[in-house]
DNA sequence: GGTCTTTAGAGAGCAGTGCTCTCGCTTGTA
DNA sequence: TACAAGCGAGAGCACTGCTCTCTAAAGACC
């Protein structure tokens, strides 16, 4: 019964909009806007239920996406595989994709089951640092220094991933955040390496964010090469 | 009038949140709501009207933090002194920032004037990439390749920036939106190195939008030195 | 000064919302 | 058969955006 209920809400979502309306809901299915208050406590709480579920289904999409690659080893096919589900998944349900990375309704809070859900779409970038790292084959010691020019002193931490030119230097205070993300996802992955890791995490959805969001309007047409062509870049960023 | 009005909606905004109530704005300044659409057409036109005014006042934060840099030359520190400018007013104005770069309401489009005044932070790093270009100290044709183990093909396009390792290869589409692009915002400036800055755009944002957002939430705590850590990191990505 | 027109705001009202309450009806169980 | 639990209906409260009509003030013109 409550599924029935979140079908017809997210159909709803899909075709309004955020503002979803528990009386429309209800009409829908044929029902009293009261009735559905036995089955969600408030109109947050049922939100709350499509959040989960987005995170999950989204998980879950990426996760297949991942899978679906037979040879583990190829860090990149994987990746890119990975990235394309998020755009994919994001196109197809863009409003459950703005309740879950736009902006947060007022007072609302995140119930702390919604981020171990959240989790599982970084989660599979995190297994693929993994997967790199223990096969030596990511943040190995063998790369050289470019000679870019560089405008001020040079920050970059020798001895680390693909693009060798790129500040890797962390304060003490963000190794210490990134070493404990690293415990809790990708465990024995160096702090640098995650955080390449996270930079392609946040620039993933930076980008299908702005598309979405209408950032990109007059201005970028070629959107899914674009993507492409951005998480590719991420790769070689990370190194994959 | 007008002015006064938008202010009470600021305010409002800045402590209930997104979904601003016109009569409530009305019973503040001591008038019945109807009065209101003797000002603003419908709810919409406010709310269009605090987008504009915050578009240009981010765009006029950005601006003055990048004319503080006495030295033009200095074009990294002019866009990390941008980019804090970003997040500093983010942060000041949490409402704002997010009813210009969050979910767009259900059947909201932007009207054009806002797209001109949206455009001003952007034209801020543009004219870094520009000057950096003129200058010839971007995109210069003297970067060395580096020897970063790559899994696949390479993609990198030779003779581009700071980090050569990284995938600059444009597909004729994208490369088309992005001349397009910069003959609006950067004339002269070549697709590649924009594709580079329009990384660093989106990135800035997508860390901004995290942390506000609530995304980094139990992952990172150091917000100020991560942000500046990645905004180092684009600025090396760059090559500035 | 006396009209006359424009303008600002008040007030009532409509349709919609989230949410609470009470009251019946149905169904399963002892 | 009696009881209890659960399910849905209906009314109602306070709120929302928005439209309409009406009144009072202010400015323009002769």
């Known amino acids: 019964m409550t599924s029935e209920i979140k079908a017809v809400a997210r159909q709803h979502l899909s075709t309004e909009g955020a503002n979803l309306s528990l009386r ?15 089955y969600f406590a408030s ?10 579920d987005g995170y999950n289904a989204l998980g879950e999409t990426v996760e297949a996406a991942d899978a679906a690659i037979t040879d583990r080893s190829q860090l990149r096919t994987r990746w890119l595989s990975a990235a394309r589900a998020v755009r994919g998944w994001a196109l197809a349900n863009p ?17 702390p089951d919604t981020v171990a859900a959240a989790a599982r779409t970084p989660a599979v970038l995190a297994a693929i640092l993994s997967d790199g790292f223990a096969a030596g084959v990511l943040a190995g010691p063998t790369m ?19 693009a ?7 304060t003490p205070d963000v190794r210490a955040d990134l070493t404990r993300a690293a415990n809790g996802i990708a465990p024995g992955v160096p702090p640098e390496l995650l955080m390449l890791g996270m930079t392609t995490w946040v620039h993933m959805f930076g980008v299908v964010s702005f598309e979405l969001f209408g950032q990109f309007n007059n201005v970028i ?19 994959l």
């Open 24 to 38: 429309a809901v209800a009409r829908d299915m044929g029902m009293v806007s009261s009735a559905l208050y036995r």
């Open 43 to 52: 109109r947050d709480d049922l939100l709350t239920a499509l959040i989960l």
């Open 95 to 111: 409003a459950e994709y703005a309740l879950l990375y736009g902006s947060p309704v007022p007072g609302y809070a995140a119930p």
């Open 144 to 162: 050289g220094e470019t000679h870019a020019r560089r405008s001020a002193a040079d920050h970059t931490a020798p001895g680390l991933p693909g």
């Open 164 to 170: 060798s030119a790129l500040s890797t230097r962390l």
């Open 221 to 239: 047409d070629a959107r899914a090469e674009y993507f492409d062509q951005q998480m590719e870049l991420m790769a070689d960023l990370i190194g």
